[in-house]
């Protein structure tokens, strides 16, 4: 079975500063995970993925996760959060055959100015 | 990646009634999905819509309540049936990405509000 749990439904930080969005998984199988943005009004816009490569994974707009087997982990981050970062994001798991994915509950992200 | 048109994008309707949202997709896709998106809620998988076969759809959710149609390979209908309030949510369509199986493409998602 898989799952992923995303801490903190709400999460605010100040522009310029780290943002850091945790997401632990679950997975009897290698997973394969991903981070999702949703703006509001639009749909889900794929931010990253991880698929057994390097696990240090870069993606758009300067966002960037570590996947981290030991912990069970996969947060997303970015150094210096901008006020177009202000969104809901969310995290997933899937087996990597595209049959099914799991998604988090989101975070949503406030960036004060 | 592909593009994915919903419509309605939002909607208000009464208990009772039933509301058929619509996907295109502007390119021939195998699979396409449909997910129920609550507040505060993860993405609940619908159902699966195959072209050319019934939809399979996930545990808790029936045909009768989600009857799906996937007439070719770029577009199918979800109609939500009998609304009640407890169907108000952001129904989402999504289809997998030409870069590979494991990365899902999703429409803007069509909001509903039932009455």
Known sequence: AQSVTQLGSHVSVSEGALVLLRCNYSSSVPPYLFWYVQYPNQGLQLLLKYTSAATLVKGINGFEAEFKKSETSFHLTKPSAHMSDAAEYFCAVSRGDGNQFYFGTGTSLTVIP | ?115
């Open chain 2, 1 to 115: 990646s592909a593009v994915i048109s919903q419509k309605p994008s939002r909607d208000i309707c009464q208990r009772g009634t039933s509301l058929t949202i619509q996907c295109q997709v502007d390119s021939q896709v195998t699979m396409m999905f449909w997910y129920r998106q609550q507040p505060g809620q993860s993405l609940t998988l619908i159902a699966t819509a195959n072209q050319g076969s019934e939809a399979t759809y996930e545990s808790g959710f029936v045909i009768d309540k989600f009857p799906i149609s996937r007439p070719n390979l770029t577009f199918s209908t979800l109609t939500v049936s009998n609304m009640s309030p407890e169907d108000s949510s952001i129904y989402l369509c999504s289809v997998q990405g030409r870069s590979g199986a494991n990365v899902l493409t999703f429409g803007a998602g069509s909001r509903l509000t039932v009455l």
